[in-house]
C-alpha cells in the first residue's frame, strides 16, 4: 500500500462482507475494514489525524460509540465537526453488502472520504463506509445527513490490535 508515492506498508486483512475476517455474520462486527502493517521504511507512525487546515490532533485511545455524543469526520474529500451518533448500531446495505453492526451519525461525508475516521476529542470511535448521497457538505444542511462507519473497536479487538 502506498500514499502519494511513499510505501505505507502490508495490508494484513480486510473485511467487506466476506474477506479475510470471514463473513459478515455477528452482532457486534462491523464489516467494512482494512488494517495495514505500517512497516514502510519512510513511514514514522505519529498516532495523529490531519485535519483540514493542518491541524493535527493526536489519538490516545478507541472505544465503543454512545448515542447522542459528538463527532468529527475526516476525510480526503470533506470534514465534518457538527455531528453526533444518532445510532450505535444498525444494518446497512452498502454497494450490495449487507453490514452489521454499523454506527450512524449526521456528519456529512462526500465521494472519497470513505476509510477516513469518525472521533470524539482525542478518541477513535469509527472508519465510514458509506451512507446517504451528499454532493456538498455546509452548515446549512447539517445534521440531515446519514452515514455509516464501521466501529474502530470492533476491528482492534477481532485483529488483537489497538490505536497508537
Known amino acids: ?83 453526533n451518533v444518532t445510532k450505535t448500531s444498525v444494518t446497512v446495505n452498502i454497494e450490495g453488502k449487507t453490514l452489521y453492526s454499523m454506527m450512524e451519525t449526521n456528519n456529512c461525508a462526500l465521494g472519497g472520504d470513505s476509510g477516513g475516521p469518525a472521533l470524539h476529542g482525542t478518541t477513535a470511535l469509527g472508519l465510514l463506509s458509506g451512507g446517504s448521497d451528499e454532493t456538498v457538505c455546509n452548515s446549512d444542511s447539517s445534521g440531515t445527513y446519514r452515514n455509516y462507519f464501521t466501529k474502530v473497536q470492533t476491528v482492534l479487538n477481532e485483529r488483537g490490535l489497538h490505536v497508537y
Request: net charge negative; with cysteine; charged share 20%.
Open 1 to 83: 500500500m502506498d500514499y502519494n508515492g511513499t510505501e505505507i506498508g502490508t495490508q494484513t486483512a480486510y473485511n467487506f462482507g466476506t474477506g479475510t475476517g470471514g463473513v459478515c455474520d455477528g452482532a457486534t462486527r462491523g464489516c467494512d475494514w482494512a488494517t495495514i502493517k505500517a512497516d514502510g521504511a519512510e513511514i514514522n507512525p505519529l498516532g495523529t489525524v490531519r485535519y483540514w487546515g493542518g491541524d493535527y490532533h493526536q489519538i490516545d485511545n478507541s472505544r465503543y460509540p454512545a448515542e447522542g455524543e459528538s463527532t468529527d469526520r475526516i476525510g480526503v474529500s470533506s470534514q465534518d465537526t457538527t455531528g
